[in-house]
């Protein structure tokens, strides 16, 4: 029902929050009240401790083809209501419909690397050591793991950690970004309807209270954390303080280097989905677009010439390209930075401040923004915008490109669109970001390899999926045996 509090599911049972505090889940599109998210307790967060902790004794004793099981189940659920769940995120979030699929899709590609943990990756062993001596390192599961979600990827993100966890053998609790609760709530009927056993998977719903309750407990031994880098760092230093094990993906201003001799034809498709797809809302989107050289007076035309074309409206709408800001808060920043972009000498050739899509009068709608002649000390060209917002910088070669790229704080993405190898190889050897795309506009590493990032876009050692995940969800144990 549109304004319902949504529940918490501790222990098996959906539960209603004792807080009495909410937070209003609106509709970027349509203005609506969606639903309210309560400000859950650190009492409801030690419930959820409580409920995984009680669970996971006999979780890691269960049997791992047993364990995998239920992930399956889970796995053909989320294809059964792949549409419903994709409607989902387009509605609370905004984005466009196949965007919401692609989201899905990659949940449903992590579980299925997941199922496979338990039997290809949890051990590994050497005969004869020394004569008649054998050592063998088992992987073995901690006890109770949580995730801290961000509002941009409200299906896809838990599902980079929960599923290697629980194949692991762990138990797990999943706190969603208050923005977007919906997506987690539907995920949970399904996990609900897979029938795990009670307590090893929690949803508890909230802010800093529940996150500062599930890093503090005694019984909790790692956090995987999604979002901004000043909250990242932050949890990051409290993880430490309480001798959690942290993975924290960060924020990110990713820059995207054209060279002269690209095919602009196949490269400007690219970049409208790389600045602008999401409605530029996505940790690996482009935001800084450094034209080498000759390549800079045509491909500025042909990237203002796209933007134009982009259509923008309700996500639902198949036709649709992008989508709004999913909430007001973010509107409001990203026009901040436009106005600060102009008042520090940019030029805005792409203003998309304007647009209004007349059935949807209280959607948070803004077009693509192009800026040129930005500079590297600019603001837009420093710090994280996250909204539809290309800032243009002219540059005479690769090196000063590299350059810009490096006085960045951040490190989570960059591409090149060239047609030299040796260009692209240079590219991939020197460039300090975590996930680097040749003629690759947004560089998504697929479920069996590990989403990295470098710099204020990653803390932490072991990144989210692949084997990184197999060893942030284990802990190594190494027995030598001798039998006389
Ligand atoms: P955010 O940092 O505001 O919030 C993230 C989570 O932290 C939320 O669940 C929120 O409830 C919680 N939180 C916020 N303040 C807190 C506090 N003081 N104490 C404890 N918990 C707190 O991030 P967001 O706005 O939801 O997400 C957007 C950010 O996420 C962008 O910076 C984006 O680049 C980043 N992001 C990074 C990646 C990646 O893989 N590196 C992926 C997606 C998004």
Same mark, same amino acid.
């Given at each position: 029902?549109?304004?319902?509090?949504?529940?918490?599911?501790?222990?098996?049972?959906?539960?209603?929050?004792?807080?009495?505090?909410?937070?209003?889940?609106?509709?970027?599109?349509?203005?609506?009240?969606?639903?309210?998210?309560?400000?859950?307790?650190?009492?409801?967060?030690?419930?959820?401790?409580?409920?995984?902790?009680?669970?996971?004794?006999?979780?890691?004793?269960?049997?791992?083809?047993?364990?995998?099981?239920?992930?399956?189940?889970?796995?053909?659920?989320?294809?059964?209501?792949?549409?419903?769940?994709?409607?989902?995120?387009?509605?609370?979030?905004?984005?466009?419909?196949?965007?919401?699929?692609?989201?899905?899709?990659?949940?449903?590609?992590?579980?299925?690397?997941?199922?496979?943990?338990?039997?290809?990756?949890?051990?590994?062993?050497?005969?004869?050591?020394?004569?008649?001596?054998?050592?063998?390192?088992?992987?073995?599961?901690?006890?109770?793991?949580?995730?801290?979600?961000?509002?941009?990827?409200?299906?896809?993100?838990?599902?980079?950690?929960?599923?290697?966890?629980?194949?692991?053998?762990?138990?797990?609790?999943?706190?969603?970004?208050?923005?977007?609760?919906?997506?987690?709530?539907?995920?949970?009927?399904?996990?609900?309807?897979?029938?795990?056993?009670?307590?090893?998977?929690?949803?508890?719903?909230?802010?800093?209270?529940?996150?500062?309750?599930?890093?503090?407990?005694?019984?909790?031994?790692?956090?995987?954390?999604?979002?901004?880098?000043?909250?990242?760092?932050?949890?990051?230093?409290?993880?430490?303080?309480?001798?959690?094990?942290?993975?924290?993906?960060?924020?990110?201003?990713?820059?995207?280097?054209?060279?002269?001799?690209?095919?602009?034809?196949?490269?400007?498709?690219?970049?409208?989905?790389?600045?602008?797809?999401?409605?530029?809302?996505?940790?690996?989107?482009?935001?800084?677009?450094?034209?080498?050289?000759?390549?800079?007076?045509?491909?500025?035309?042909?990237?203002?010439?796209?933007?134009?074309?982009?259509?923008?409206?309700?996500?639902?709408?198949?036709?649709?390209?992008? #989508?709004? $800001? !999913?909430?007001?808060?973010?509107?409001?920043?990203?026009? /901040?930075? *436009?106005?600060?972009? =102009?008042?520090?000498? +940019?030029?805005?050739?792409?203003?998309?401040?304007?647009?209004?899509?007349?059935?949807?009068?209280?959607?948070?709608?803004?077009?693509?923004?192009?800026?040129?002649?930005?500079?590297?000390?600019?603001?837009?060209?420093?710090?994280?915008?996250?909204?539809?917002?290309?800032?243009?910088?002219?540059?005479?070669?690769?090196?000063?490109?590299?350059?810009?790229?490096?006085?960045?704080?951040?490190?989570?993405?960059?591409?090149?669109?060239?047609?030299? #190898?040796? $260009? !692209?190889?240079?590219?991939?050897?020197?460039?300090?970001? /975590?996930? *680097?795309?040749?003629? =690759?506009?947004?560089? +998504?590493?697929?479920?069996?390899?590990?989403?990295?990032?470098?710099?204020?876009?990653?803390?932490?050692?072991?990144?989210?999926?692949?084997?990184?995940?197999?060893?942030?969800?284990?802990?190594?144990?190494?027995?030598?045996?001798?039998?006389?």
């Amino acid at each position: 029902m549109k304004g319902e509090v949504v529940k918490n599911y501790i222990n098996g049972r959906w539960v209603e929050s004792k807080s009495k505090e909410t937070r209003d889940v609106i509709s970027p599109t349509t203005g609506e009240l969606l639903a309210r998210t309560p400000m859950s307790t650190a009492e409801e967060a030690q419930e959820a401790i409580e409920a995984a902790k009680t669970a996971y004794e006999r979780w890691r004793s269960t049997p791992a083809q047993t364990r995998i099981r239920y992930l399956y189940r889970f796995r053909n659920l989320l294809e059964d209501y792949f549409e419903e769940l994709s409607k989902t995120i387009t509605m609370e979030h905004g984005k466009i419909i196949d965007e919401s699929r692609g989201e899905y899709r990659r949940a449903v590609e992590n579980v299925e690397a997941a199922a496979s943990i338990p039997t290809l990756q949890m051990g590994y062993n050497f005969e004869d050591i020394a004569a008649g001596i054998d050592e063998m390192v088992i992987k073995q599961p901690l006890g109770v793991f949580f995730c801290v979600a961000p509002f941009n990827f409200p299906g896809m993100v838990p599902t980079w950690f929960w599923p290697f966890a629980i194949a692991c053998g762990n138990t797990y609790i999943v706190k969603p970004s208050e923005q977007v609760p919906l997506s987690q709530i539907r995920q949970f009927e399904l996990i609900d309807k897979v029938g795990f056993p009670k307590g090893v998977m929690n949803l508890v719903n909230g802010g800093p209270e529940v996150v500062n309750a599930l890093i503090k407990s005694p019984d909790t031994v790692g956090m995987s954390f999604v979002g901004s880098t000043p909250i990242g760092k932050l949890l990051y230093k409290k993880c430490g303080e309480h001798g959690k094990r942290a993975q924290v993906q960060a924020g990110a201003k990713n820059f995207i280097t054209v060279m002269p001799d690209a095919n602009i034809e196949r490269t400007v498709p690219n970049l409208m989905s790389s600045f602008f797809g999401n409605t530029g809302q996505r940790c690996l989107s482009g935001a800084v677009l450094l034209a080498v050289g000759e390549v800079y007076n045509p491909l500025k035309v042909a990237v203002v010439n796209a933007a134009k074309e982009l259509v923008i409206g309700n996500g639902l709408n198949e036709d649709v390209q992008m #989508g709004p $800001i !999913a909430t007001k808060a973010a509107l409001k920043r990203v026009l /901040g930075y *436009i106005e600060t972009g =102009i008042k520090e000498g +940019a030029e805005l050739i792409l203003d998309g401040r304007n647009v209004k899509i007349p059935d949807y009068p209280k959607g948070l709608f803004i077009g693509p923004n192009i800026f040129d002649k930005v500079t590297p000390e600019m603001t837009i060209a420093k710090e994280e915008i996250f909204g539809p917002v290309m800032s243009i910088i002219h540059v005479k070669d690769l090196d000063e490109a590299i350059d810009i790229i490096h006085a960045n704080t951040y490190g989570n993405a960059s591409s090149v669109f060239t047609s030299s #190898g040796k $260009i !692209a190889r240079d590219y991939q050897y020197r460039v300090r970001a /975590g996930n *680097i795309g040749i003629n =690759i506009g947004i560089v +998504a590493p697929i479920a069996t390899f590990p989403f990295s990032g470098m710099k204020d876009s990653f803390f932490g050692d072991l990144h989210g999926q692949g084997k990184d995940a197999v060893d942030f969800f284990t802990e190594n144990k190494v027995v030598i045996t001798r039998w006389f």
